[in-house]
């Protein structure tokens, strides 16, 4: 008999967590964000140069970069505007009270210095939001606060104690023998803030429409993270079960590349040997608790998914991996981001390009711009199709008056034979090109 898997709550009641996680909240949510993942990725097609229209061999395919052109102005003016120097922030102040400017200085000191900070990245990550906030018309970014401590020999406790031994060299009796017992200790190695920009498609929100990802439901974020990513997040997230994420079930590819940064590529991952990677959902927002008399949170389902007497709905972080075709929960406590006043909070923002009246997402450049750049790409295209085929010759036969069609063709030295009248037996066929119109068309759209 296999022995039965020891899980941090009953298997039944962590079976309706991720049902509800994954099944319900998760897996709805790609589904009412399909269309807005496509608007993304023919965004992305532009951003990219990549024409999305079907092409045949003979015809051009030519993406004329003119959306790309405005979104390099565009990010070219935002570097220009951030980062003419490493002083990112001023602060403004209402109180002209000396303790207001003095603490008023040492904000302003301690954010520049912090985004001046070289593992931070803050360059990169700032432009890529930027562009993701332009094109697409949002950007989400996770903010948190990391500390890690590392332990290192500090010193030696040296203790003296009576002994009855013999000197193995000289034979004296010795009296005394020292003892020296390595002292270790921890130090703090890192203590700071953090941000990482999200893709907007590995993020799943609550369909009602917030101002604020703050009224929202629930937030979810996936990931995509290894068995050894877990086990260094385990003792700062909590994370328990594990030991039940078999490394060898590991898909190929996740859903979050498949899906996000290797959609288009298709690149080959080549993981180490039992280190593959896993989906991972973060699901922040209110979830159904039993709080005990220290202040710990339990899971406020039952077996069958009824709510059980005494739970309250209470801010929570609920982790699940997808691993093996089976959803673990790994983690599942209070939120632990709070505010000064002790609020808790989404440890996440979602700046706006546009405000959109019906989507809560808002509106970028790029859903704007798709139409125009789709007829710019059709317009040139058709008219150097028009122009390859007025220039290349074609000819048009009298039926029956050419002994062998595979011999209409224009090579040098190359003679075609015909049956009666060489004149008109074989003629080329003329077709006019209007390269001018298309020109013109072009310029329109491009005004």
Partial sequence: MMAKEKRKYEVEIEDRITNQVVSIEYETGLSNKSLENDDTERVMSMFDSYRREKNYDWQADIHIPEFLSQVLTQAAGDAAQMFVDRRFVTAFLDDPSEKAKMASSASEECINRTLNRRDLYYYPKYMRAKTFNNVVGRCYIACWWEKEYETFLAGYNTTYEPSNEVDEFTGAPVSIIEKNEPVYEERLIKDQFQLEVLDPRNVIVDPKYAYSLQQKRYVIVREELSPQDLEERAEAAGYFNLDLIDPKTAPDETETSKETYNQDDQLQHTPLPDDGAFDVLTRYGKFWVVVDDEGEYSPGLDDEGNVVDG?????????????????????????????????????????????HPTKDGGLGDGPAAYGLQTAIDDSANASFDRTMLGTFPMLKYRQGSVEDTGSLFFAPGHSISTMNDPDNDVREMKIDDNSVAAMNTIGMLTQ
Wanted: glycine share 8%; hydrophobic share 40%; aromatic share 8%.
């Fill in 311 to 355: 739970a309250e709905l209470k801010p929570c972080r609920v982790t699940v991996v997808l691993a093996g075709g089976k959803s673990v929960l790994i983690g599942f406590s209070p939120n632990p981001y709070k505010d000064a006043m002790g609020r808790s909070y989404i440890p996440i923002i979602r700046p706006l390009c546009y405000i």
